[in-house]
T-cell receptor, first 115, second 115 residues
């Protein structure tokens, strides 16, 4: 089992550019989560899919962030018009999602730097 | 939504002593409380968890206590070793309407165990 796979591992983008991050969850896991990690804020919840359907996007900055899960093996997080404050490690996690209490398996993260 | 407060943010202990990290939560419906350990350059990994039907759980040198009345839970690491040095995150989740199991994390505790 390869675990949760995230690409790219590192991305440097200019202010105002678009950044797209990819996540491949563990095969058979029905829940996919996106978190953002910074030193100041820690692990911030962004959004969550279950069986590819969006369940909760309450953590997503509304204007420039979007997430999709077009199939069970692939989710994307897109940031339009990136700003320096978007610089962070974006972590994708998956779980079996059958009930509360499921272990989240995190990917290695995508480190985004906006210059 | 849920809010999780975690203290201390930095903890330094001597090898073979105990380390304690405390978390509080707001949502009385929260019923699952995991702890994740993140080593430098790595992704967070589950180390121990406790559900609301328990008050205490121990796995080897890790002890978790849950006080539902006070909405407080804690991690105690006994007989610490330098290998325990890492960032530790507490988290809480509640089953909100049958399908939303997102985890809300505390901001983390950086534990350093000195020889």
């Amino acid at each position: 089992n390869a675990g949760v796979i995230q690409t790219p591992r590192h991305k440097v983008t200019g202010k105002g550019q678009e950044a797209t991050l990819w996540c491949e969850p563990i095969s058979g896991h029905s829940a996919v989560f996106w978190y953002r990690q910074t030193i100041v804020q820690g692990l911030e919840f962004l959004t969550y899919f279950r069986n590819q359907a969006p369940i909760d996007d309450s953590g997503m900055p509304k204007e420039r962030f979007s997430a999709q899960m077009p199939n069970q093996s692939h989710s994307t997080l897109k940031i339009q018009s990136t700003q320096p404050q978007d610089s962070a490690v974006y972590l994708c996690a998956s779980s079996t999602g059958t009930d509360s209490g499921n272990t989240l398996y995190f990917g290695e993260g995508s480190r985004l730097i906006v210059v | 939504g849920e809010q999780v407060e975690q203290l201390p943010s930095i903890l330094r202990v001597q090898e073979r002593s105990s380390a304690s990290i405390n978390c509080t939560y707001e949502n009385s419906a929260s019923n699952y409380f995991p702890w994740y350990k993140q080593e430098p350059g790595e992704n967070p990994k589950l180390i121990i968890d406790i559900r609301s039907n328990m008050e205490r759980k121990q796995i080897q040198g890790l002890i978790v206590l849950l006080d539902k009345k006070a909405k407080r839970f804690s991690l105690h690491i006994t007989d610490t070793q330098p290998a325990d040095s890492a960032m530790y995150f507490c988290a809480a989740s509640a089953d909100s309407g049958g399908s939303n199991y997102k985890l809300t994390f505390g901001k983390g505790t950086l534990l350093t165990v000195t020889p």
